[in-house]
Structures are given as C-alpha cells and as structure tokens.
C-alpha cells in the first residue's frame, strides 16, 4: 500500500503525475461534474456516432484534475472492457497538424497500456510504428496513424477516450494561418463517424474555433462550466486536504471553528481549488495576531509561482497586467490606455490573450464604453498591490483595506480592532494597519470611529508620522456623526493658549467625553469669540449628544463669523434634517453649493431632504451628483435606487441598489430591499438568493427573522411550501428581538400547511395568528377556508362571517362562503352570499354563474336566472382570458333551451362548451370539476340525460370521456333498475367504473 504523504498534495500544476491512488484521495469537489461526464460516457454504444465534452474554467479550477480522474476511473476493471481512456501531456505545443496530434495520440495509447501491464510486444509495435510513420508525409501520417490507433482499439474491443487538456493548444496549432480551416475540419468528420473516439477536452475559455457560428467546432461540443467553489466545496478541500496529509487533530477543530476566516479565505482565493492547496500549509499552521506577519508570509508563500508566471509574459502584457492589478477594481479599457500609453488596438489582442490565458476577467463597464477589466485571481492582485506600492501611496492602504476585508472578514476582523485599540502605536507598520482598518467597510461604524479617533490622537501627539503617511491631523478632526469633512477650517490661532484649549478639547472630543469638551470649547469662546472652530466643535459635541437646538445655535454663530465656509452650512442642514425642518435644511444645502458646486455630501444630503419631502424625482438628481462626485458612495446608490422604489420604477431601483451592494457587499438592509423589488419583479429565485445572502451575512437576529419572514413569502409564491415552513419555524424561533410579526409568520405557515393538505396543522397555525392579531380578514378567511375542506361547514361559515365582517367588501370571502351554504343546500343563504360578493363587483362572472344555478335550478326563480344571464355579454365572455368563463356560459344556455324543450340548439351550445374545452386542451378535466357534476345533475333531473348521451356517442365522447359517459349510461340506467346499474358497471373496466362511480357520488350530491 502506497504511503500517504503531503508533497503529492502539492503537484498542483501536474497532476497528472499523482498516483490513482492520491487521484481519488483529493478529488472531492468537482464529484457532481465527474460524475456527469462519467454516466454520459458510460451510455455510448459500440458503435454510436459519440457526444464529445469540453470543460471550460479558469487556470487553478480544476480541469487537468477532472481529466486525471477520468484516466484512473476508466482504468478500473469493470470499464476496461468498454473503454481505454488516452491522457495526454498537459500543453499539446507540438501540435501543428493532425499528423503530429495522432502520433501524440498513439503516444498516450502506449502509456495507457504501459500503465496496465499490457504484453511488451504489443508497445513495441506501437513504438515501431510511430518510429515507422515519423519518416512519411504529413497526410499519409494523418490517415495510417489514425487507421493503427481505431484498429488497435478494435481488436482490443476498447473504444479510446480522448483527455486533452488545453485543447485551444491543439485547435490553434492545426491550420496554422489557413482561414478555410481545413484540417480542423478533417478532424471533425473523423470524431463524427460511428465508433470514433470521445474526447473530454479542457480550455480556460470557448475560442473562436468552437463558439462562433460557421467554424469548424461550433455546436460540436457539450460544455460544463467549471464555476469557483462554494463554501461547502470549499471546507470540504480544507478538511480532505487534512485527512490527506495526516494532519493533526487541531487541524480539524481549527477548519470548522474558524468559519469567518474559511468565507474570508473562500473570497480571497476566488474558489480556485489549485490557490486553495498552494494556501493549506498556512492555513493549517494557523494565524498570529500580528497582521504585517500574516499578509508577508503568505505573500512570501505565493510570490515564487507568481514572479515566474509573471515574468513569462512578454514585456508589452507585463505592462497591461500592471495597470489592471494597480488598480483593483476593474478598469475601463479608456483608462487603461491612459495607463499604459497604448492605443486601444494595440490594448485589444492583448487584452484577449490575457483574458484567454485566464489572468483577467471582463465585466460591462460603468459608464463608459465597451468591457472593463480586473485580475481573475484576487489574491494575485492583493500580493501584487502589497509588492508594488510606496508606503505614502494611498494604493498601499486602500490594497491593504481590501486584504483585510478578504482574509480576515467581518467577525475577525472586529475581533482584531478590539485587539489593536488596547494597544499603543509606535511603529509606521502599526498606524498602516490602523488606517487601513479605518477604510474597510465590514468593519462596524463605531469600530472604525474609534480607530480612527485614536489615530488622530497619535498624529496629535507625533506629527513626524502624521506627516510621513500624508494625514496632518486637520483631516482627521470629527465632524458631527459623518466620514465627510471635505472642508477648510481656520486652524490658526493667535496665541499658544487658544491652540492647546482647542488641541484639549479635540482630544476629548475623540475620546466621547462630550461634556468636558463642550467646556473646553467654552474656555475657548471665553478667550476668543471670533475663533470659529470654537463654536463649530462645540456644536458638534452638542450634535453627538442629541442636543440638536442648542448645537443649531453653535452653528449660527459660526456662520455669523465666517459664512463663506460651506461645511458649516452643512452641518446646520444635518441637525434641520434631525428635526425634521426639511425645507429649510434645502436653504443650507444650496448656499453650500452655492459655494462650492462639488461638494458632494451636500448633494447627497439635499437629496435626502427632498426624498423626505416626497420630491423623488428631484432627489434622484441629487443623488446623481453625490455619485458623480464620489462614485464609491455607496449610501448615494441606495438612496438613489430607494427613491426609484418610491416612484415604482422597479428595475432601475434593483439596478442602483445593486451598485450599492457592489460596493459594500456587507449590508443586509440593502440586500433585504433588493429581494422585495425582485418580489414584486416576480424573479423569485433573485429573490430568494438576496434573503439567503442575509442569513448568511447573519449580521444580528433582528436580520434574520426580516430575511427568514421574507424568504418564507418568496417560497409561497414559489410553491415551495416545505422550505417556506422550514423558514417559518426558523423565523419563529428567533426571540431574542425588539421588532417581530410572528402572527404574520404563523399565517404564512399556516398558508403552506394548507397547501401540503394539512388542514389540521393550518388550523392550528391561523388561531395563534389570530391569537396575536384577531382583526387581520385574511387569516379568517384561510382559517373558513380549511374548515371547509374538513366539511366544518357551520365553524367555515362563522370564520367567513368574520372575515366579512372586518372587510364588508371582502368579495371572495362571499363567494366562498356561498359556496359552503350550498354545499349544506342551504341555497337561501347561498343566494344572500353570492348577492354580496356581484355586488361589490358586478363584472365578476362567477357569482352570476352560481346565481343562475341557485335560481333556476334550486329555487325554482327563472325570471332572476334569465335577468342575470342577460346582463352577461357573449363577445366579453369570448375575450376573456379565463376560458373556463366561455364554457360555462354555453352550458348555461344549454340548460335555458332544456328547460323551454329547444333540444336542437341545446346541442349547439354542448357542443360549443366542449370545443372550448377541447381548444384549452382540458376536455378531460371535466371529470373532477364540481360545476360539471352540477350541469349535469340538471341534465338528468330534465330527463335529458339520454339526449346528452346520444350526443356524446355522435361525437366520439363515449371514448374519449369513457367514465364520464358510464357514470351518465349508468344514473339512466339506475332509474328502471338500480341493480341493473350495478351490474352494467361491474362489466365495465375497473378503471374505468372506479372513477365513474367518483363522478356519480358528485351529481347525485346536487340532484333533487
């Protein structure tokens, strides 16, 4: 037995050097693909003309694995009689015509053989014959070598199993510079005869020569994607690679403990299962606290594989890739030439090959034209950043924030902020890491509140490392509750003694302590009244402590002294916006952009305000202007996409939105919106995705119990009433909040309980609903509406009364509870019921049609029958969508005419309902519908029942009908002789006369 050992584990760019063994040990997530690819080859025939595979994914995602685990299976004994897979050597680079592809081919035949200890002599003459071929021309090669390698397979009875990797190697070096492709194209009509070879092929993309239209390998293919990893697949890698090394147990206890840092880790690999195995080892070894030690050993773990891949490239793509990585976020195709100073046809075939090599990915451009691009793996670009930039370069942190934000994730990473703010700063590296974290956005507001207080008062006291990481300690000064002081303050004093009452009562104000700043500020005003900056701080102090009049005043004086600032009109905006005085907090907004046109918290705030005001269309233009000026706002996204909500311009809502989750992916409240609009867009399963996303955010409970709430409505309409119970329950467990509508979760379930048929367990849910909540008609009406499938007619009839009498014009619940008086043939109160429900909508078809029967037929009052089917349109009823409307009209002329004994044209319009049936292709469906069994009843209370079975022989219904024509055949029978009845049923087919009699129970329910 072959000895397990870790550096097999690590032939991450040759797999096809591991054992069969190790083979099966590490493949464990891509099983759903293998296991496809695997039951498909297993359907060919001997002799079918077969289905070729190509598995397309990036570098690192596993194709060459998926294609080693094919060899090793097809190995096994019990295929070895079917099938002999060929593999081949990862980058086919000698390829330049099918001669040289088919000697390759019986290359890998050899090694196949080799592997299963097939006889010497029967190697040596595969060598012998490629040594033999390598001597003729091109085409005879081609011909003769394909000829050996089918005729070898037959005679062994194997059909070959093509496994190329990098198949675009292959299609790029046959027919080098010939358009017409002639040689792809004699490839192709080989793999398509019966009996051919199968080839799985591998590429990081579709070229050209399979994905467009009149090219040699169009449609040619079935493709499987290989998408990144989950999470689940993720941690499954994490724990097999454990189990594969031997690791030890904390291993183990460390992979499932450490679920933040697994998702971290997931986002930061890219769900590359290749980056995965490279990152184990440190992984495994666990983290210190220290962040520069983690960041520089994992960027020394990767930089041998990324220089070398790197400094393959040709100088002009190093170039590109340099200002793609740089950048981080995905970058326009205008800027990148600016970048580079290339001009966009020298970027575009670059830009191609990079992004067919698998180093760069595309993505629509915001507002500017054509793609943008950005690094395929993220890591690369974290390492790349960290590696490339100067201390003072603000990529340096804004690379930083990002690594943070990926490695560590949101629980880790508060976690680590505690950490740090018990903890003096007295390096560069540490106040790197603390402005780093102040730019993160997983980070909670009063973390970073707190971090960025204690930076500032470090460049306070050191202004030597303020002024090395460019931040004088002016930009760091608080303003109110917002991250948005973009402008200029009168920092000069006149003397020592102003600046350090100032400096004193900065540092309290940093560190909360509000009230003893406030008095600082006072000593301040008391030595200077015309210093602005006194008053200003002061009224922000005030702010913080919700003092909103008295900081409203603060701010007037500073106005007074110095009203060309505009901040200061500003913050006076925000405190109106508090007290909710919105169009004078419009005044402040437009004397700051009066100001100063670019100041953007202005825009944003005025937009705010004006939303307020209900002024959507007008907010959306301010909000446009705060995105201009600040694309990366995301509170600007939302709110614009909030005010498109308000306007119900759904999709251009979900689109804003969206962006804002772009950018802070981290904020359950926007993806909770953005499900709603997908709601009400009816794209459920977006729906259902955003509220999953939530849930797993798991921010707080209070989150949770919207999401579950939510999803559970989105599983209803999607009638996927097990989940939504499940999300129910959940919702229902969840009691650790202030904000809950747990009535409305016990409806729900209730709702799905009712539709899984559990009329029971519905009810028990709707009488805690109504427990909770006894004024809310729907859940009355659900509660009617289970009582009456238990038959709890008289208890159904009390809860509709409920209902109605909550909603006097709760028009269903009329109808309905018609339906249950005349299921007790109580048809006076039917007839009372129906009366509501036309009432309240008199171009409702369905109660003139219960009418009608009720009058006619029950109660014997044809006048108001008549009166009723008059005032009914036949073209309206034609035009109706719900065809059902036209059947039933005809059926009710039909009985009209039996009762005024108008046999002929009671024949047309039978005839006329079953064409309507026989259109909508639901003729069959009469069998089980209540108000064909009530028709029909009538039918035979008129002694018409042997007409309608004349007619339905006539047009071939007997057949096409049968039970529906024995239970008729045998109601007529039953009135000579009822056990005659009895008998002609017992000869008819069992599955026919059990059905019959199903119908017979329901006409006899309504006869007189």
Not at 256 to 268: D, F, G, I, P, V
Not at 804 to 833: C, H, I, P
Not at 943 to 972: C, H, N, R
């Amino acid at each position: 037995m072959e000895t397990t050992n870790s550096s097999q584990t690590r032939l991450l760019y040759n797999p096809q050097l591991q054992s069969a063994e190790m083979t099966e040990k590490l493949f464990v997530v891509r099983q759903e693909q293998f296991a496809l690819l695997l039951n498909n080859i297993l359907k060919e025939k001997d002799n079918s003309i077969p289905q070729h595979y190509l598995i397309i994914g990036q570098r690192g995602m596993g194709k060459t694995t998926i294609l080693k685990r094919m060899e090793v299976e097809l190995h096994k004994e019990q295929y070895r009689k079917q099938f002999i897979p060929l593999l081949y050597r990862e980058e086919q680079y000698n390829v330049k015509d099918l001669a040289e592809f088919w000697l390759n081919t019986l290359d890998a035949l050899a090694d196949s053989l080799q592997s299963e200890d097939y006889p010497a002599e029967l190697l040596a003459n595969i060598d012998k014959m490629i040594q033999e071929l390598s001597r003729k021309t091109p085409d005879i090669v081609s011909k003769e070598a394909y000829k050996f390698l089918m005729d070898t397979c037959h005679d062994l009875h194997r059909r070959p199993v093509l496994l190329i990797d990098n198949i675009d190697i292959v299609f790029s070096g046959l027919d080098s510079g010939d358009k017409n492709k002639k040689e792809q194209w004699a490839l192709r009509k080989l793999l398509s005869e019966n009996g051919a070879p199968i080839i799985i092929g591998g590429g990081i993309t579709t070229t050209d020569d399979v994905a467009k239209y009149n090219k040699p390998f169009y449609d040619f293919f079935k493709i499987q994607y290989l998408k990144k990893l989950n999470y689940e697949e993720f941690v499954k890698l994490l724990n097999n690679l454990a189990t594969v090394t031997n690791s030890d147990a904390s291993i183990f206890t460390t992979i499932q403990q450490n679920t933040s840092r697994q998702k971290a880790l997931l986002e930061l690999t890219g769900g590359s299962p290749r980056v995965t195995v490279m990152l184990f080892d440190q992984i495994s070894k666990g983290f210190s606290t220290d962040i520069n030690d983690d960041l520089n050993i994992l960027a020394d773990a990767v930089t041998p594989l990324y220089k070398a891949k790197f400094e393959e490239l040709p100088q002009q793509l190093r170039t590109i890739l340099d200002a793609i990585a740089l950048n981080w976020d995905a970058i326009s195709l205008r800027k990148l030439a600016i970048a580079t100073r290339l001009k966009n046809n020298q970027l575009s075939p670059q830009l191609k090959r990079l992004v067919d090599d698998g180093w760069i990915e595309t993505t629509p451009a915001y507002k500017d034209k054509g793609n943008a691009y950005f690094i395929s793996e993220r890591f690369f670009n974290i390492y790349y950043l960290i590696r490339n930039s100067s201390r003072r370069h603000k990529d340096k942190i804004y690379c930083l924030s990002k690594f943070l934000e990926c490695f560590y994730g949101k629980d880790e990473l508060e976690q680590i902020s505690g950490t740090l703010l018990k903890q003096d700063i007295c390096s560069s590296d540490q106040m790197l890491v603390y402005v780093a974290l102040m730019n993160t956005k997983v980070v909670k507001k009063q973390l970073r509140d707190k971090i960025a207080e204690k930076a500032f008062n470090t460049f306070m006291e050191n202004e030597k490392l303020g002024k090395e990481f460019d931040f004088p300690y002016e930009k760091f000064a608080p303003v109110a509750n917002e991250d948005k002081n973009s402008g200029e303050f009168n920092f000069s004093f006149n003397n020592k003694k102003e600046e350090n009452t100032f400096k004193q009562g900065i540092k309290l104000h940093g560190e909360k302590k509000y009230e003893k700043s406030i008095k600082k500020f006072d000593e301040g005003i008391a030595l200077n009244k015309q210093q602005e900056v006194f008053w200003t701080y002061k009224g922000m102090a005030l702010l913080n402590l919700g003092h909103y009049e008295e900081a409203l005043t603060c701010f007037d004086e500073a106005i007074k002294l110095k009203p060309e600032i505009e901040p200061l009109w500003w913050l006076k905006g925000n405190i109106l916006i508090e007290l909710e005085h919105y169009t004078d907090a419009l005044i402040c907004f437009d004397k700051v952009l009066k100001l100063n046109p670019d100041f953007e918290p202005a825009w944003f705030f005025k937009g705010k305000a004006l939303k307020e005001l209900e002024r959507n269309e007008e907010a959306i233009i301010c909000f446009e202007e705060s995105i201009r000026l600040n694309p990366e706002n995301e509170y600007a996204w939302y709110e614009k996409g909030d005010s498109y909500k308000e306007l119900q311009q759904n999709e251009l809502a979900v689109a804003d939105i969206s962006k804002a989750i772009e950018i802070n992916s981290n904020n359950a409240q926007w993806y909770c919106e953005r499900g709603c609009l997908y709601v009400n867009l009816q794209n459920h399963e977006l729906a259902i995705a955003d509220f999953t996303k939530v849930i797993e955010l798991n921010i707080n409970d209070q989150w949770n119990y919207f999401a579950y709430s939510l999803r559970e409505s989105a599983y209803c309409i999607q009638n996927k009433f097990e989940l939504a119970i499940d999300d129910c329950n959940k919702a229902i467990d969840i009691t650790s909040i202030k904000y809950s509508r747990k009535e409305m979760n016990y409806y729900l379930r209730g709702c799905a309980k009712n539709e899984l048929s559990d009329y029971s367990g519905a009810l028990e849910d709707f009488d805690k609903s109504i427990d909770l909540d006894p004024n809310d008609k729907n859940v009355w009406f659900w509660k009617a509406e289970c009582l009456f499938e238990l038959k709890r007619y008289t208890e159904a009839i009390n809860a509709y009364d409920k209902a109605t009498e909550l909603d006097s014009n709760y028009q269903v619940a009329w109808s309905n509870e018609g339906y249950t008086y005349m299921e007790m043939k109580d048809y006076d109160k039917a007839v009372f019921a129906y009366e509501k429900s036309r009432a309240i909508n008199p171009q409702d078809l369905m109660p003139k049609f219960y009418l009608m029967f009720l009058y006619r037929d029950k109660l014997k009052e044809k006048k108001k029958a008549i009166e009723i089917f008059e005032s009914i349109k036949e073209e309206d009823v034609n035009q109706n969508e719900e065809k059902k409307f036209a059947c039933r009209y005809y059926l009710h002329k039909t009985l009209f005419e039996l009762y005024e004994q108008n046999k002929g044209i009671a024949k047309e319009n039978l005839l006329r309902a079953f064409e309507v049936l026989e259109g909508e292709q639901k003729l069959s469906f009469i069998v089980n519908e209540e108000w064909w069994s009530r028709i029909s009843s009538v039918v035979i209370d008129l002694d018409y029942g042997s007409w309608l079975l004349e007619i339905m022989k006539e047009k071939g219904y007997d057949v096409v009908l049968s039970p529906y024509y024995t239970a008729i055949q045998a109601l007529e029978i039953e009135k000579q002789n009822k056990e005659d009845a009895e008998i002609y049923l017992n000869n008819r087919a069992v599955e026919i006369s059990e059905t019959a009699r199903e119908i017979i129970e329901k006409i006899r329910k309504y006869m007189d």
